[in-house]
């Protein structure tokens, strides 16, 4: 996924710039005095110069870029992964609008180590041992929109990220807490990746992300016991796969009305209590899938754009007619393209045909397959 995502930066760092002064290990060349053939021009200008009393005036030598020792530098990306730095290079081009750092063994991040780079706009600090951040480390980071700090040591989310910071991608690290405040003044984050943590539902202080408005969060794989209170009410897919979760009580769902997208699949759900989707309205993909429920949750005929339901590896053992579709066609704005219930105990010869009446296509639903 990260090799995707760094090819598609390049891409895009490709089309918005034109070529860059910096170009890897470049000598630049002698200065352009519009000689022509026979060298006339050149001579022209020395004799009249010549005459005039003075001398041809001597100019500075162009500024030149230096590429980090063992790095690559190109059309404003400097690559400096597997190179099994202790820290972070010196003399990276300011113009650098990508820096690559990944796979190394920078165990901190200084005061200075970013110093002069304001036109980077995006930073890859992916599997190294990053433990400290100086508090002023990004300071200089003024146009920063992507930071990808997953896999490291880091223990909180680092301080005073850049405000013009779009999408955070910081999984797979040690954060057991996530403090009020953290992203004040981040009204620019739309996307936030921070699954793989030891995160409990009591490591979010109240107030930790007010005043976001991200579109993306995902918290998987971590410690959740439960729906996090107070997260952004902008969310439109909300990811909490891969925790602990036991049950969606009426209020857990209640602030966010935008999401169209949400994952609780391989948790430890038993029950859905009544009422609790009426609050996503515009829900469009349900996962549910590796859990504990008995039966299909209630609500789902009232979902009118509902298309996606996972239910497969749970303790179903029975469905019925109704579970799905409304009993008025007018209701449901989208039907089905894909129920999965395979994984289940259910006698699927017995279920009727017309629980399925609101499918667009008999192959979008899956049952059988259940082993004791």
């Keep these: 996924m990260l090799s995707h995502c760094f090819l598609l930066l390049l891409l895009s760092l490709s089309s918005l710039t034109g070529p860059s002064l910096t170009l890897p290990f470049e000598q630049r060349g002698f200065w352009d005095f519009n000689i022509d053939g026979d060298g006339g021009g050149l001579m022209t200008t020395m004799m009249r110069d010549e005459e005039e009393g003075s001398a041809v005036e001597e100019m500075p030598p162009p500024e030149v870029s230096i590429c980090p020792f063992g790095c690559h530098c190109q059309l404003h990306v400097v690559q400096c992964s597997d190179l099994g730095l202790a820290e972070v290079p010196a003399n990276i081009p300011t113009d650098t609008k990508l820096l690559d750092l990944q796979n190394n063994r920078i165990s901190e991040l200084r005061e200075n180590d970013f110093k002069g780079l304001t036109n980077l706009y995006a930073l890859v600090l992916v599997n190294n041992q990053i433990s400290k951040v100086h508090p002023r480390t990004f300071a200089p980071l003024r146009h920063l929109q992507k930071l990808y700090f997953s896999r490291n040591l880091l223990t909180t989310v680092p301080k005073n990220l850049p405000p013009s910071l779009v999408e955070l991608r910081i999984h797979d690290n040690h954060i057991k807490k996530v403090a009020e405040g953290t992203f004040e003044s981040m009204g620019s984050l739309n996307c936030i990746e921070m699954g793989g943590n030891p995160l409990q539902n009591s490591g979010f202080e109240p107030g930790a992300f007010k005043g976001l408005k991200v579109s993306y969060l995902r918290i998987s794989e971590a410690k959740l016991t439960g729906v996090p209170k107070d997260l952004p009410e902008s ?106 219930l395979f994984a289940n105990p259910v006698k699927y010869w017995e279920v009727q045909p017309a629980t399925f009446r609101c499918v667009t296509d008999r192959m979008a639903i899956q049952l059988g397959n259940y082993k004791k």
């Design 235 to 340: 969310i439109h897919e909300l990811h909490l796969d891969h925790n602990q979760i036991q049950a969606i009580e009426l209020e857990d769902l209640s602030r966010y009305k935008q999401l169209y997208r949400l994952g609780l699949g391989y948790n430890k759900i038993r029950m859905i209590e009544n009422g609790s989707l009426s609050y996503v309205p515009k829900l469009r993909e349900l996962h549910l899938e590796n859990n504990l429920l008995s039966r299909v949750p209630k609500g789902l005929p009232e979902m009118k754009y509902l298309q996606v339901v996972y239910l497969h590896s749970n303790n179903i053992s029975r469905v019925g007619i109704d579970d799905f579709c409304p009993r008025g066609f007018g209701m449901k704005r989208t039907f089905y393209n894909g129920i999965s």
